[in-house]
């Protein structure tokens, strides 16, 4: 089963407003979460990498203030697209892996933005 | 950037196997080779991985050459349920992946 939850599926907003996405790991402490990006016909993009307890590490070009990455806890970390444009529709994966174990990613997200 | 070089396309007759090469000639000590395969609209599945040594399980075999530089993902028998992108990653255990173009691979019945 999924072991890597990510919440919403899908998400239809208004130009200008913000949105959040969850990313929670079912059955295992992550400290260190991924976020990508995903256009369409296009590869995932490593947008940034998640710490729990402490600031996010963000991808060369990736703006740290529209992009928001939380992670309070062991088991969740969210992602806010503050302010959002047409421009940031996008299909949005987090991933996580137990220690020294290969990475599980999330359903994804789809974002279209009005 | 990526570390790997597959083909963008392939295709297989189902019930055939599909082998899908990949080219990783940079690929450290320490790093593992990473399969992952997405459906359309989904998250990346994991398929299988190894560092040296050849690797099976019940969906597929890696055949990593001698010198590392680069493997092959054999599907023994394809259906049309694994028409889907193919990524190879090289990468250490925790660390961050990162995602080349994949080969899409199409199963024609």
């Known amino acids: 089963g999924a072991v890597v939850s990510q919440h919403p599926s899908w998400v239809i907003c208004k130009s200008g407003t913000s949105v959040k996405i969850e990313c929670r790991s079912l059955?295992?402490?992550?400290?260190?979460m991924f976020w990508y990006r995903q256009f369409p016909k296009q590869s995932l993009m490593l947008m940034a990498t998640?710490?729990?307890?402490?600031?996010?590490?963000?991808e060369q070009g990736v703006e740290k203030d529209k992009f928001l990455i939380n992670h309070a806890s062991l088991t969740l970390s969210t992602l806010t697209v503050t302010s959002a444009h047409p421009e940031d529709s996008s299909f949005y994966i987090c991933?996580?892996?137990?220690?020294?174990?290969?990475?599980?990613f999330g359903s994804g997200t789809q974002l279209s933005v009005l | 950037d990526a570390k790997t070089t597959q083909p963008p396309s392939m295709d297989c007759a189902e019930g055939r196997a599909a082998n899908l090469p990949c080219n990783h000639s940079?690929?450290?000590?320490?790093?593992?080779v990473y399969w992952y395969r997405q459906i359309h609209s989904q998250g990346p599945q994991y398929i299988i991985h190894?560092?040296?040594n050849n690797e099976t399980n019940e969906m597929a075999s890696l055949i990593i050459t001698e010198d590392r530089k680069s493997s092959t993902l054999i599907l023994p028998h394809a259906t049309l349920r694994d028409t889907a992108v193919y990524y190879c990653?090289?990468?250490?255990?925790?660390?961050?992946?990162?995602f080349g173009k994949g080969t899409k691979l199409t199963v024609n019945p």
């Open positions: 998640s710490n729990e307890g402490s600031k996010a590490t963000y």
């Open positions: 940079t690929i450290s000590g320490n790093e593992y």
């Open positions: 190894g560092l040296k």
């Open positions: 059955d295992f402490q992550a400290t260190t």
């Open positions: 991933s996580a892996n137990r220690i020294n174990e290969k990475l599980f």
């Open positions: 990653i090289v990468g250490g255990g925790s660390e961050k992946l990162v």
